[in-house]
């Protein structure tokens, strides 16, 4: 049977990290001596560890260490939002890491084509980088809360998969529904395939997430060769008051088989966790209905006019063009193109936009 092991872990601290994935490893069974390892940590932006947007550096420097004492060759990798992966890399605090032990970096920039019939109605997708490459894919989400999707942990975190180009057009594709969107994320994500999940939620993110809700001690790593196991059991501690479309649909396609939970100090709940704002509309209306009474059922974005830099980063992400420049004032929306898929909320680096 497959396991998951949960941990409680509530620093950073490099000797307590590297025993928690040396004991993980263990447990899990996993053999990398030697190996060609991808990292595939969250990059979402480049924002300082404090503010859990990103998978946190020292959570990657331990694990990088241990695999480095195995005699392993590491690239790391991602195609954050819409900023560079070196630059995201850098501003993310995890650059020293690459520096201090001569990781290679991947910017995930290649056009891999992947054909796949799996449970979403799409049939190819464009990778920016080849995990057939390597002998060992290790995904690296970090725990946050996600406008679409609820939560955002192992599955979500392959999308970065995602040839950064393409992303934006799978949003126009599958994002103004959250279950097909989700079905798509099923999907990249069996085609990513990684062979370990190591999920940081050390410091994590509840609120309006996934770039800037409230950072806040979640307290938990967890370890599991199979990231739909590993986001059941994590969703069993939150205890959301919404049902996330990823685990619904992975459960009702049979992808959650039984499975094993090896906990650590974990209390049974974890209090107090704010969902995102948006998880409160659009459950249960059909979706011709809801694109219809879209304007009245499912919340709006909007601008704090306060807070808006007029940096433009929204225009540039909404793959719907619902954004225009406004005239020395921020961006105006156009809801009637607006299909809510909070992609300027998640991009906007000022926490402007509120839903
Ligand atoms: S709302 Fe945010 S992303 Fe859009 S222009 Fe203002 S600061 Fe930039
Ligand atoms: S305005 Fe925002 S929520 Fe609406 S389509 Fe564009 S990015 Fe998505």
Redesign the pocket.
């Known amino acids: 049977m497959e396991k998951v092991l949960l941990q409680a872990c509530n620093d950073y601290e490099q000797t307590g990290l590297k025993d928690i994935f040396s004991k993980g490893l263990q447990v899990l069974g996993l053999h990398f001596d030697r190996s060609k390892v991808l990292l595939k940590p969250n990059l979402l932006a480049g924002k300082a560890p404090e503010k859990a947007v990103t998978t946190h550096p020292e959570f990657i420097r331990a694990l990088s260490e241990i695999l480095l004492d195995h005699g392993c060759r590491i690239t790391i990798g991602d195609s954050p939002g819409y900023e560079s992966t070196k630059k995201a890399i850098i501003n993310s605090g995890i650059m020293d890491v690459v520096r201090h032990y001569d990781l290679n970096m991947s910017s995930f920039n290649r056009k891999v084509i992947k054909k796949h019939d799996g449970i979403s109605p799409y049939k190819r997708f464009t990778f920016g980088e080849d995990p057939e490459d390597y002998d060992l894919v290790i995904n690296l989400p970090k725990f946050k809360t996600h406008a679409m999707m609820g939560l955002t942990l192992g599955v979500k975190n392959t999308f970065g998969f995602i040839h950064s180009f393409e992303k934006a057009r799978w949003h126009l594709r599958a994002g103004q529904d959250r279950m097909l969107f989700a079905s798509a994320l099923i999907d990249i994500h069996t085609i990513a395939n990684p062979h370990l999940t190591v999920l940081d939620g050390i410091l994590g993110m509840d609120g309006d997430g996934p770039s800037n809700g409230r950072p806040r001690n979640i307290g938990v790593v967890a370890m599991s060769r199979n990231a739909f196991i590993l986001d059941d059991a994590i969703e069993r501690l939150v205890k959301p008051r919404y049902p996330l479309p990823i685990t619904v649909l992975a459960g009702r396609h049979g992808l959650i088989k039984d499975y094993e939970t090896v906990s650590y100090d974990i209390t049974p709940v974890i209090e107090d966790f704010r969902m995102p704002a948006t998880m409160a509309t659009d459950w249960g209306i059909p979706r011709p209905l809801k694109t219809l009474l879209k304007n009245t059922f499912i919340k709006k974005p909007k ?1 704090r006019q306060s ?9 540039k992400v909404c793959p719907a063009g619902a ?1 225009s420049p406004g005239q020395h004032e ?2 105006i929306f156009d809801y009637k193109r607006c299909i809510r898929c909070y992609c ?1 909320q998640e ?4 926490g ?2 509120r839903i």
């Open positions: 601008i807070a808006c830099k007029q940096c433009g980063i929204c225009i954004l921020p961006p300027c991009m906007c680096p000022e402007a936009i």
